[in-house]
């Protein structure tokens, strides 16, 4: 869609976000996209959306000043945008005034300028640095005081005395490169401050220099799990913005390919969920059912894990005539092996008093956290983009939004098993039904977006993903923002592992199901 | 005179590996000044137990590990060639298998992890990314090709590569182990340059314990 921006000075921005949060009850902070406008300044966008009432707004703020510049933090009225602002601050210099913790949340703290800015040189001025990287205990916090001077103050996130443990970056269940400074009282876990960025690959920034075709390969290796979902996404936002039309067998096609790799996703967490917790053995089984699954997707587009399917305006290549055929046969076996899964896992002893009760997450938090997804919806939150802003033919379909309301790892694990039931039942509605028609639009070889801002969210394995791009009308985007949908799951694992024990850690991180390399992008 | 010959791998014939003509240089220059009868013995015994007891190290950091763990599942079943055995303390490996892009932040918690691994230690270079940066040489915080820190032994290139590709490139460095001098020459022990700084540390912080 195409987004309406309206600008608020940075001296009304707070009272203003204040007033939509409390009177117009837009409780959920979408987006936090830091800007570069050159001449103009640096500036944010906020997108916000209100939960009750679905309303949607978005909002900017400029400051002109490159050398020192200071906005007042949301921080405090979101808590997700504690997060989101040290995205900022980290790459493009922006210090949020009355953020308890300005540190640099991808980049090395010895990092020097800010890469996402349009002057900076950033593989100039930061050769590979083989020195172990420095970790402070102290960050600075800036204030406006009374004169309307910049103070500064150093806040404290470990005492010299706290008992920290290094969880990660290399650790074989934080699923992938995250690193979580824990600090620990005994068993317990007293705090998490995750360190993120060792898979920081940049990726906003490439995408700056490449055309919206040669963009596309990207999205797929964000979040791999979702790569089908991420490209469709992307795909998306640009046929919208340049106004062009699919035809119905390209959207039957794309629905039940998002579908069938939420599947895939949710059988890979299965087994991740059921090794971290210790059962080895149920890997093997929802891994079976995978390879099926790989192997209709090796005969349709040769790819297993990163597929490269969709196209702006279409897919890469037509279904095999024997498609239908095959995933109907699929659908079949998974839902026969779906009961085999609950008996080797499910009703265990061990296994339920890992998960009930375990790393809750209230429904308040939840939205304040931004954690949507399947993790959300555990917390009661209905936030399925799918029903939310329906795209391609999810208004069409029967399903079910799974919700429920405990908020733990019970929860949450429930939720995407019954997904997989679900994403069955949306496949078998669709597959004997899709038309005839070309695979793909026929359009321009060169794409170019005409003036504006547009954003695409589409519901991804593991929550809302969403496409940001704001266009200057060239035939590269001026700057492409990625609504990532772990770092709110990481942000999350905070308040939900506080006075957990240690062990149950590794489970509440398994049942978030972050993917790390769309956390750090 | 040669007592090293061409390794031999039962799964694939000798014409199928592609790149022979390293490994029968690598022949021809072991064997070039003849071989100690008693010791190519004992090596071509030891090598063939160490190539097929490969304990690799995971270090999947994105997609490829994906691929690393369908090889470990039922399908394409790594403990056919010795491979299962993955270890996630570098003390224990054999071998590390780089699966992923390495960024600027990573490299030096990588280096450290290589030059924790006992020796004879191998790198396998997994997917697009880790052989020379792929998709991702234009980024600012991507290292172009994890050669530029580690020795590699053998580069699996794909994104990511299929488990086949996976046991081809694993294969290679079975056969590289076949042919090397475990008791002679060429064992690849690597060169500790901060030794004598270690020691001195060492003592200085015995010294400095005995004191207090």
């Known amino acids: 869609m195409t987004l309406d921006i309206k600008t608020l000075t940075t001296a009304e921005l707070h009272d203003e976000m204040l007033r939509l949060r409390q009177e117009r009850h837009m409780d959920f902070l979408v987006n936090l996209i830091g800007m570069d406008w050159g001449e103009e300044g640096l500036g944010v966008i906020y997108m916000l959306e209100s939960t009750t009432t679905g309303e949607t707004a978005t909002l900017k703020t400029v400051t002109a000043d490159r050398e020192n510049p200071y906005i007042p933090t949301v921080s405090d009225i979101w808590q997700i945008a504690k997060i989101y602002e040290r995205e900022v601050y980290d790459f493009f210099g922006i210090r949020f005034l009355g953020h308890p913790d300005m540190r640099r949340i991808f980049l090395r703290e010895d990092w020097v300028g800010y890469p996402l800015r349009k002057d900076d040189d950033p593989e100039g001025e930061n050769p590979l640095r083989m020195d172990n990287e420095p970790l402070a205990d102290t960050t600075t916090e800036y204030y406006l005081k009374e004169d309307g001077t910049v103070g500064t103050k150093e806040n404290v996130i470990f005492q010299p005395e706290d008992h920290v443990v290094n969880v990660g970056p290399q650790h074989p269940s934080t699923h992938g490169v995250l690193h979580m400074r824990t600090q620990l009282e005994g068993e317990t876990v007293l705090k998490i401050d995750p360190v993120l960025g060792y898979i920081h690959r940049g990726v906003e920034k490439i995408c700056e220099s490449l055309t919206y075709p040669q963009m596309l390969a990207l999205t797929d290796r964000l979040d791999y799990f979702s790569a089908m979902q991420n490209r469709h996404a992307m795909c998306m936002c640009i046929e919208k913005a340049i106004e062009l039309e699919v035809s119905p067998r390209v959207q039957y096609i794309r629905t039940i390919m998002d579908e069938l790799q939420r599947i895939a996703s949710h059988l890979i967490y299965y087994a991740c969920m059921t090794m971290d917790t210790g059962a080895l053995t149920a890997f093997f089984y929802t891994f079976r059912e995978r390879e099926e699954l790989m192997k209709i997707f090796e005969d349709n587009f040769g790819g297993r894990v990163i597929m490269n399917y969709n196209t702006i305006g279409g897919v890469m290549y037509d279904i095999r005539p024997d498609f239908a055929q095959e995933v109907k046969k699929f659908c079949k076996h998974v839902r026969k092996r779906f009961k085999e899964y609950q008996d080797i896992y499910t009703g265990n002893v061990i296994a339920e008093q890992r998960m009930i009760g375990v790393g809750t997450i209230s429904n308040a938090d939840a939205i304040s956290l931004g954690v949507t997804g399947p993790s959300g919806r555990a917390s009661g939150w209905h936030n399925d983009v799918r029903k939310r802003h329906p795209y391609a033919l999810y208004d069409q379909v029967n399903f079910k939004e799974i919700v429920r309301t405990e908020g733990d790892t019970n929860a949450r694990h429930w939720n995407r098993m019954e997904e997989i039931l679900e994403s069955l039942g949306i496949v078998e509605q669709l597959i004997d039904n899709i038309p005839e028609g070309e695979y793909q639009a026929k359009r321009k070889p060169i794409v170019k977006l005409p003036e504006g801002d547009f954003y695409q969210a589409v519901e991804t394995s593991r929550g809302e993903f969403g496409v940001f791009i704001e266009s200057k009308g060239d035939k590269n985007p001026y700057r492409v923002h990625f609504r990532s949908n772990g770092l709110p799951l990481v942000n999350a694992m905070d308040t939900a592992c506080r006075g957990q024990k240690f062990a149950d850690l590794i489970a509440i991180g398994a049942s978030m199901d972050f993917v790390i390399p769309d956390i750090d992008r | ?212």
């Open chain 2, 1 to 212: 005179m040669g007592l090293i010959s061409k390794p031999k791998i039962k799964s694939i014939p000798y014409e199928e590996f592609k790149d022979n003509e390293t490994l029968e240089q690598m022949i021809d220059q072991l064997n070039a000044h003849g071989t100690n009868v008693l010791v190519a013995s004992a090596d071509k015994l030891i090598n063939w137990g160490r190539s097929n007891s490969l304990w690799p190290m995971n270090f999947g950091t994105s997609c490829c590990a994906i691929e690393l763990m369908a090889m470990g599942a039922a399908r394409f079943d790594m403990a056919r060639f010795g491979f299962e055995v993955t270890r996630v303390s570098p003390r224990q490996a054999d071998l590390i298998l780089v699966c992923g892009t390495i960024t600027n932040k990573m490299a030096p918690v990588l280096k450290r992890l290589y030059d924790q691994m006992a020796d004879p230690k191998y790198v396998i270079a997994i997917g697009g990314c880790t052989c020379t940066g792929g998709p991702f040489t234009k980024s600012y915080h991507v290292v172009k090709g994890v050669d530029k820190i580690l020795p590699v032994d053998v580069y699996v290139p794909g994104c990511p590569p299929r488990p086949e590709a996976f046991y081809y490139g694993m294969m290679q460095l079975q056969r590289k182990m076949k042919v090397e001098n475990y008791l002679g020459t060429v064992n690849r022990k690597q060169k500790d340059e901060h030794k004598a700084e270690a020691k001195a540390l060492q003592k200085e912080i015995i010294n400095q314990e005995q004191e207090a």
